[in-house]
């Protein structure tokens, strides 16, 4: 048999449908209808579709849905994609490029064959509708003229299943859940990413209701489906569990209503995962926490520094001041403090300042503020207080605090004191520029006056 070469009638491309078990069901009865009625028309046993698929083509009728593929190199498809027009072959058995076919010779013995190439709008060959008959004889123009109406629809089918398939190829593979739920919230379409976020093929999950899906989520999810049914456009977050038991994913969720001539049909759901984005969020606020708190915490005890400490002294001012009330401001410093850093070496030091520290905490409540200011110097702000005699109460306590236990450094006891200066707002100042001058005058006094003991600054 010849094999004539492809003429410019155009460009032959692979369906990308396959066999009959590949192709929707929509489409197998639209062929099987095309095929049945241009059988009827034409008053021929047998009407044909045939599929391109690679170098193959699948032949697709009522009395036969699935034939073996023909090569198509072999077959007679080939001479009809190279026609722009149909293909009419009186007596197959007495025409020369036909005569050597198999479907001739063989036991199908065909005889009369009609074929009509099926292209898309772009010329692109699909494949072909023909009739087949076991005897020669002739076809009526009215028959040709069915014919070719029957093949421009039948590529029309075709080329919208192959437009079908992309569009699912291209949705599937969208990292996210896309779905479609009509106005009884039940899914009438939903993409690949369904089996991956809830264990359900997209194909189980026509038909469900959106209850049965999310099972205990629904309830959170909706008012969300409430108001996309009112047609509003929904977005919110939500954590979705994993069906293998794994950590929950946390998702963005968008419901977009389906609105025709006024009335919600549907809504079409849109998800994407956005654990990673979480994750790096959770990590960032981590590291602003860790850089605030490095700058405005000391590394050694944990305690807020001097700049915190100034910015909580001034806010307590200004509390004070709206309710009328007292606050106070301690400063203390450790007496011979530089002794046991030169003698004991730093390690020492840093070991008691920490608990010096532990015990100033102890002794205070959860409202004040115990600082450290560098070195050796702390500061205590107490926001409410009665009167002076409160503040000296809070700085006795301290004190013993101080004295109730032994302070140790690799074995060796040490003896650990300290001076402590207090000013009282608004008696001692107004600001907490003069509060901290003075409570530290205070202190300068309290250690001229023997050490380990409280004074309460009085103007000289």
């Known amino acids: 048999m010849k094999a004539p070469s492809i003429p410019e009638a155009g460009p032959i491309a692979p369906l990308a449908l396959g066999p009959s078990d590949t192709l929707d069901a929509d489409l197998d009865l639209a062929l099987k209808a095309i095929t049945t009625l241009a059988a009827q ?15 193959d083509q699948w032949y697709r009728s009522l009395s036969a ?72 004889r002739d076809l009526a123009c009215v028959q040709l003229e069915q014919l070719t109406l029957l093949a421009t629809l039948a590529a029309s089918h075709l080329e919208a299943s192959r437009n079908r398939a992309i569009v699912r190829q291209v949705v599937d593979g969208v990292p996210g859940m896309l779905a479609y739920w009509d106005k009884d919230q039940r899914c009438r379409f939903a993409n690949a990413a ?46 979705i569990p994993d069906p293998q038991g794994g950590a929950p994913r946390n998702s963005q969720a968008h419901y977009l209503p389906h609105v025709v001539a006024g009335e919600v049909q549907g809504f079409g759901v849109m998800v994407t995962d956005i654990s990673g984005q ?21 590394s050694l ?9 100034h910015e909580r002294l001034e806010r307590a ?4 001041k709206r309710f009328r009330r007292c606050a106070a401001v301690l400063f203390l410093d450790l007496d011979g403090f530089k002794v046991i850093n030169d003698s004991l070496g730093h390690a020492a030091g840093d070991t008691v300042l920490r608990e010096v520290a532990a015990r100033m905490l102890a002794s205070t409540r959860s409202s004040d503020t115990v600082a450290r200011l560098g070195g050796d110097e702390f500061l205590i702000l107490l ?36 001076s402590v200066g207090g000013a009282l707002f608004p008696d001692h100042g107004a600001s907490a520029r003069e509060l901290i001058a003075h409570a530290d005058a205070a202190l300068y006094r309290a250690k001229r006056s023997g050490k380990n003991q409280f004074a309460l600054f009085t103007a000289e």
């Open 65 to 136: 849905p699935s034939a073996p593929p023909i090569p198509f190199e072999a077959s007679f498809l080939r001479h009809v994609a190279s026609q722009a027009e149909a293909v009419i072959v009186r007596d197959a058995a007495a025409d020369a490029r036909f005569s050597d076919d198999p479907l001739v010779k063989g036991e199908t013995r065909l005889r009369f064959y009609a074929g009509v190439p099926l292209r898309n709008a772009s010329g692109t060959h699909l494949g072909t509708l023909c009739i087949v008959d076991h005897v020669a």
């Open 278 to 298: 979480k994750a790096v969020e959770a990590e960032l606020r981590e590291a602003q926490a860790r850089a605030q708190s490095l700058a405005t915490h000391d």
């Open 383 to 418: 926001p409410e207080v009665e009167n002076s005699i409160s503040v000296g109460i809070v700085a006795q306590k301290l004190l013993a605090a101080m004295a109730a236990t032994q302070f140790t450094s690799a074995g060796q006891e040490l003896n650990v004191s300290f």
């Open 301 to 309: 005890t944990g305690l807020p520094n001097r700049l915190l400490a």
């Open 194 to 239: 369904y089996e991956s976020w809830f264990g359900v093929k997209p194909e189980e999950l026509i038909g469900r209701t959106m209850r049965d899906l999310l099972g205990p989520i629904y309830p959170r999810n909706l008012p969300y489906i409430e108001g996309a049914l009112r047609g509003e456009i929904q977005a919110f977050e939500r954590e």
């Open 41 to 55: 028309l034409s008053a021929v046993p047998i009407a044909l579709i045939s599929v391109l698929d690679g170098h």
């Open 317 to 320: 001012i200004e509390q004070a």
